[in-house]
């Protein structure tokens, strides 16, 4: 996962090469940000995979931490590259609207089903607040999220970390 990520990091080098191969990389790169995610949190609340038949052949800490002292980092690394990766098509979508929408509207079909609630001032108004107070609140997150990919979408930034993925991911299949 850290190698094909680190490689889907590096766009902007693949870039000067070819537009088109850029843009293809880089959608590849957006379920690979997910993948890459998915792993990291398994990792992270360390889930018992095998159960289900899925292994993840990943080291133990103390085994990677023997290769060499820097694989201490590569779960922080993967999920800064899995949101750089994610990111990264999606950066300019404006998502808070329509979630607040879609929030808006189930919270009227809520408060008619669960309350009996039928008069259309009284669901206009619950429909107007939970959409405001929804889209507010959103609109931060939003925000935030997009001054994070702002920052990991600068090429020095990514080509560092798609070096760095490539980097660990070597270091871990030598173990």
């Known amino acids: 996962?850290?190698?094909?990520?680190?490689l889907a990091a590096l766009t902007p080098l693949i870039g000067r090469i070819s537009k088109g191969l850029?843009?293809?990389v880089s959608f590849l790169g957006f379920f690979v940000?997910?993948?890459?995610i998915a792993v990291s949190v398994v990792l992270a609340l360390d889930l018992n995979l095998a159960r289900f038949g899925l292994e993840l052949g990943v080291p133990t800490?103390?085994?990677?931490?023997?290769?060499?002292?820097?694989?201490?980092?590569?779960?922080?690394v993967m999920v800064i590259l899995g949101t750089l990766l994610f990111s990264r098509p999606i950066r300019n979508a404006r998502w808070a609207s329509l979630v607040s929408l879609g929030l808006g509207v189930?919270?009227?079909?809520?408060?008619?089903v669960l309350l009996g609630v039928g008069t259309t001032v009284v669901l206009g108004v619950v429909f107007l607040i939970i959409t405001v107070l929804a889209y507010a609140i959103l609109r931060f997150v939003e925000d935030v999220f997009d001054f994070v990919a702002t920052f990991l979408a600068l090429p020095p930034v990514e080509i560092i970390l798609g070096i760095v993925g490539v980097y660990f991911g070597i270091l871990i299949l030598s173990i």
Do not use: C, D, E, N
Request: charge should be positive.
């Open 106 to 112: 189930l919270g009227v079909y809520g408060v008619r």
């Open 61 to 76: 800490g103390s085994q990677l931490t023997t290769r060499s002292p820097w694989l201490q980092y590569f779960l922080p």
């Open 33 to 36: 940000g997910i993948a890459v």
């Open 1 to 6: 996962m850290l190698i094909a990520g680190g």
């Open 22 to 24: 850029s843009k293809f």
